[in-house]
């Protein structure tokens, strides 16, 4: 009996090695796949994250056409019916607004006087097209353009001005808070002198003559992981010079 | 002496016994090991040949998705005009005309393959200078007024050149057999929409859309594959490489037609 446990307990330590170097190996293996699962985890994970950026800054220039045009949701539906409202947009104690015919842009410039590079509350009347640089879409300029919240705010977040709901749009960057997703609205007036007719030479629709701004929107989304960040910018005609409006 | 006797016997016996078992306790454990080790490198092989098949066949989505995305995002901005200041007003680029000239703006243009030319699809765009829009490259345009990529196969790598600084064509994906691209046009005679090839588009400044289609095979050669059909709907003999066609439309937003 005492040479039997005394076999036991040697080959108990062969296995011991036996086992071990197997274990070893095979965690080798899992080991492995495990770091190249990890690895197209993570491209996925970026991959997933960017396009949810960019759709979600693609539904922002549409909630921005909306705002510009004063539509809810549905596009047909005026956001306000109250008089004291311009479209989306409360017209009262000193908020901009959407400029409705040439004489609206006076008032609209003392009202965004006060606001980063122009801006408040989403709408921008820089004084030319390269007023807002790309410095201005970077760093600490950046932070300051998406200041604020309601009333104090530089830009504006999907759907507050149309009504249009964040939860909804089932997007979590779209969300109001913490704010993710922002755009703002450069308003321009269109030229006269190319006025009348629409050149050959241009595809772009030309504004009415009644209504002769240009919109230039962009959009800024910042991703679940910091690194993803989308910009989109578009420039928006809302009343084109063929739909007689 | 009786102690003694038995520790001699039991001495012997137990030796004796030992190697018999020792004997037969290895052959059935080497059996047994075999059998487990036969059934673990199979399962092994099995696991391996399946993880490569999956890897392959995935790195062609992959490789598709990576190609209609840099393609996507030239076709998708394709037209774009910016604003410029005029007389304290503003108003769209006129100077830009893409690949027309004069009055006729040409957003995108291509070259209908044959047996000794490639594919090639053109784009432009128009962008304010100083802002982070890039060609296919990445880089920004040194060209006034328009930014331009170019897409075409070579060596069976789907490649793209730019209008920056760095010249030439860059692979962007490996495994490219066929890039084929027809372009959407809207008779204005009768609103009727058709896809052309690039040889047969009448008018380059009605171009609407643009449908990309890409031919991709795998790396490894030992898979039981059955013809299939390429992107023009001929039919591509089986070679044991596993084959993907992937097609995709894309629009040109803005025509503003």
Redesign the interface.
């Known amino acids: 009996m005492k ?2 446990a005394t ?1 036991l307990r040697k080959q108990a330590g062969i296995s011991l090695i036996i086992v071990m170097v197997m274990l070893l190996l095979g965690s080798v293996v899992v080991l492995g796949s495990t770091r190249l699962g990890w690895l197209n985890e993570k491209m996925v994970g970026s ?1 997933s994250d960017q396009q949810r950026a960019f759709a979600a800054a693609e539904a922002l220039i549409r909630d921005a056409e909306r705002d510009i045009k004063g539509l809810q949701v549905d596009n047909s539906t005026p956001c306000s019916t109250d008089t004291a409202y311009v479209g989306c947009r409360n017209f009262g104690a000193g908020r901009p607004f959407f400029p409705q015919e040439d004489d609206d842009l006076d008032l609209l410039s003392s009202r965004v006087a006060g606001g980063t590079n122009s801006c408040r509350q989403g709408i921008c009347l820089p004084a ?3 007023t807002l ?2 410095a201005t879409w970077t760093g600490s300029a950046l932070a300051t353009m998406t200041a604020g919240t309601g009333t104090a705010s530089i830009a504006a977040t999907y759907g507050q001005y149309t009504g249009a709901s964040p939860a909804a749009a089932g997007n979590p960057l779209l969300s109001a808070s913490p704010a993710q997703a922002w755009y703002w609205v450069e308003v ?7 006025g009348l007719l629409q ?8 504004p009415d003559k009644k209504h002769p701004f ?1 919109y ?1 929107i962009t959009s800024y989304v910042q991703g679940l992981k910091p690194g993803t960040r989308v ?1 989109l ?1 578009s ?1 928006y005609v809302p009343f ?1 010079q063929n739909q007689n409006i | 002496m009786n102690a003694n006797h038995m520790q001699g016997m039991s001495n012997s016996g137990i030796g004796h016994r030992q190697h018999g078992l020792s004997m037969l306790e290895l052959l059935i454990g080497i059996t047994i090991g075999l059998m487990v080790s036969v059934a673990a490198v199979g399962s092994l092989v099995y696991s391996r040949v399946s993880a490569t098949t999956v890897g392959d066949s995935s790195r062609l989505y992959q490789d598709a998705a990576v190609a209609f995305r840099a393609i996507g995002y030239q076709i998708r901005q394709g037209g774009a005009r910016r604003l410029v200041s005029t007389g304290g007003n503003v108003e769209f680029n006129p100077s830009y005309v893409g690949f027309g000239s004069g009055s006729s703006t040409v957003v995108v243009t291509g070259v209908n393959g044959t047996s000794t030319i490639t594919e090639t699809l053109r784009i432009s765009f128009d962008t304010t200078p100083g802002f982070v829009v890039t060609d296919c490259l990445g880089q920004t345009s040194t060209l006034a007024n328009n930014v331009s990529s170019t897409f075409s196969v070579s060596a069976g790598a789907l490649t793209c050149g730019g209008s920056g600084s760095t010249t030439g064509q860059w692979q962007l994906i490996q495994g490219v057999e066929d890039f084929q691209v027809w372009y959407g046009r809207r008779d204005p005679a009768n609103d009727s929409f058709r896809y052309f090839t690039a040889d047969a588009v009448p008018l380059w400044e009605e171009v609407e859309s643009v449908m990309v289609c890409l031919r991709l095979a795998g790396e490894l050669s030992n898979y039981p594959t059955a013809a299939s059909t390429g992107c023009s709907g001929e039919a591509v003999p089986g070679d044991g490489r596993i084959r993907r066609v992937f097609r995709r439309v894309f629009n040109i937003r803005n025509l503003g037609i």
Do not use: C
């Open positions: 040479l039997l076999g991959e030319s097209v390269t640089t790309s321009f007036r269109y030229t006269d002198a190319a050149p050959a030479s241009t595809s772009m629709p030309i240009v230039r910009w910018r420039v084109p």
